[in-house]
């Protein structure tokens, strides 16, 4: 009787320790597809805080970035904003397309610092994601 009571304690224990420890899981992010219709693929996975690390960027404004005029407003950031609320799923005038945006920001910069992702398939993976929120 005691070894079943050792053993249910014991199984509680790590049961309460793998659900505690899938919550403290990086924040892994999927960019919002929500825009799109029919999208071909599914949202690629970026890690915000992994990106900061590697880049060691601490502007927000050199990614979430606003445009006057067509003329990059230097000290201004779209944080708070969504890029589809710049850039629709077509091209507007020099606004390049939502997916051309998302496309350009990331491609550019990985051949930029010659690490990282250039191929649809590395950043548009399928399977689970434990913990993602939606940005875009």
């Not at 992010?29 to 690390?53: K, M, T």
């Not at 407003?73 to 904003?81: G, M, N």
């Not at 920001?105 to 434990?130: F, N």
């Amino acid at each position: 009787m005691k070894k079943a009571g050792i053993f249910i304690i014991l199984s509680m224990i790590i049961i309460a320790f793998v659900w505690a420890s899938s919550f403290s899981q990086e924040d892994v992010l999927r960019i919002d597809n929500s825009a799109f219709e029919n999208p071909e693929r599914v949202p690629s996975i970026f890690d915000h805080e992994q990106h900061l690390e590697v880049v060691e960027w601490e502007e927000c404004n050199i990614c979430h970035h606003v445009y006057e005029d067509g003329k990059k407003v230097e000290d201004e950031s779209s944080e708070d904003q969504r890029c589809s609320e710049c850039h629709e799923v077509k091209s507007s005038g020099d606004t390049p397309s939502l997916m051309k945006a998302y496309h350009l920001r990331c491609k550019i910069c990985h051949m930029t610092i010659k690490s990282g992702p250039v191929m649809c398939g590395e950043c548009h993976l399928k399977g689970p994601v434990k913990k993602y929120y939606y940005i875009s």
